[in-house]
């Protein structure tokens, strides 16, 4: 385990359209993404707004009340190493957030991208991970420099924007970093093409197999799944991002043979950087003939992340793709039974799985299976629903094989 070696601040907002029990998890879910990235929270700030302040993201009082916590806590010699905003911060909201709170401060997207930095292992993951980074940082470069103000004159002495022989040394060094990262990630992206071209060749080389993709929310247990299936050993760890590189393995159920490729797990307010970065390996999901949407059907919040996943592959155009649904973590189900004389509207928490599974889910017939990939519960029935739809793709696509492939 990693040990936890910054202690951190979480912030979010409550809006009309996000209300607070949608913040808690929205929170809940930061928390685990710092515990990922090796930080422990001890705190937890929210204000309600209509909407993010496009100067300073929270109101001044809110920035003030947890700048005299992080005060308290130095005074008890108790260091406060970062703050964690639940959004992507603008260069303008982070210069100002800085000058208050006068700590590291992070917002949701870099601290996914220091995650991917740090679960990146192959040197596609890392080129990747790179260029994101790059992507995130370039219109952000104007903050690192604030130190290095313009001098001789601002614009009140005719020293403004595209005054020769007026511009400070900030203003020189930012264009030459502009430059260098530019310069970066153009050598980056023909990197990325190439291992592209690489990839699309090894696709076309696989032979006639159906292609099955695992997609599905970050930590649902699509790795597990995928050692299940096809009896590998895929790294599979219950942290956020686990796995970065798709992994394609060869999986004969009975005598149908198919490739099954275990992706990316998608989250929230993913970034549209890391999207584009990350391109040949979403290429899988995209090139597949049937999707498994693996979700966690124990977390609370488990309707939300299905919508975020089809939102995800919507914007990939895989939307329209065969799929089916797996309930996955049956055994980590749990429900309190409301009391008798409790009139307050029943909630997720108050339903059995034996009553949702009787919900909307019951309309999905044989697009959705309940299984266990820990406890294999289900797993025979997975099998057996898998084979009949591998084997309705193979002979659509290849129908002179028909004879090879008997109907279970």
């Known amino acids: 385990m990693e040990e936890l070696t910054e202690r951190a601040i979480l912030v979010g907002i409550i809006t009309p359209d996000q209300d607070e029990r949608h913040t808690r998890e929205y929170l809940d879910e930061l928390e685990f993404l710092a515990e990922t990235a090796g930080a422990q929270t001890i705190k937890r700030f929210t204000q309600r707004l209509n909407g993010p302040s496009s100067v300073s993201y929270l109101g001044k009082g ?20 970062l703050v964690i905003f639940d959004d992507e911060l ?8 800085e000058q208050v709170l006068k700590v590291k401060i992070l917002d949701r997207t870099s601290l996914i991208l220091d995650i991917f930095a740090m679960r990146a292992q192959t040197a596609n993951a890392k080129t990747q991970v790179e260029l994101a980074q790059y992507r995130y940082m370039l219109p952000r470069l104007q903050r690192m420099w604030t130190h290095l103000e313009r001098q ?16 400070g040394p900030g203003e020189t060094q930012l264009e030459m970093d ?19 071209r690489q990839k699309t060749t090894q696709r076309s080389n696989r032979g006639r ?9 970050t930590n649902v247990g699509k790795s597990t799944l995928m050692n299940l299936i096809s009896k590998s050993e895929v790294f599979a760890e219950n942290k956020l991002f686990a796995t970065l590189d798709t992994t394609v393995r060869k999986v004969i159920i009975d005598n ?3 490739l099954l490729s275990d992706t990316v797990g998608f989250i929230r307010k993913l970034p549209t950087d890391l999207v584009d970065s990350f391109k040949s390996t979403l290429d899988e999901v995209r090139e597949a003939d049937f999707l498994l949407h693996v979700v966690d059907i124990s977390h609370p919040d488990f309707e939300d992340q299905i919508r975020v996943v089809e939102k995800t592959l919507a914007d990939l155009g895989c939307d329209q793709k065969p799929s089916m649904i797996l309930f996955n973590k049956v055994d980590a189900y749990s429900w309190t039974p409301k009391d008798e004389d409790d009139l307050t509207p029943a909630t997720r928490e108050n339903v059995s799985l034996d009553d949702l599974i009787h919900t909307w889910m019951s309309k999905l017939g044989e697009d959705c299976l309940f299984i266990s990939a820990r406890e294999k519960t289900g797993f025979d029935t997975l099998k057996k629903t898998l084979y009949n739809r591998v084997r309705q793709l193979h002979v ?8 090879l492939y008997p109907i279970e």
């Open 62 to 81: 809110k920035l003030d009340e947890i700048r005299a916590f992080i005060q308290r806590e130095e005074d008890a010699e108790r260091e406060v190493d």
């Open 90 to 97: 603008s260069a303008k909201q982070l210069r100002n957030i």
């Open 178 to 196: 502009r430059r260098i990262i530019l310069n970066r990630m153009s050598l980056l992206k023909q990197r990325l093409a190439e291992i592209d």
């Open 152 to 167: 001789g004159g601002g614009s009140g002495s005719g020293g403004g924007k595209g005054s020769v022989g007026l511009r």
């Open 256 to 258: 149908l043979p198919f």
């Open 209 to 217: 197999m159906i292609r099955v993709a695992l997609v599905g929310y």
């Open 396 to 403: 659509q696509k290849y129908p002179y094989n028909d004879f």
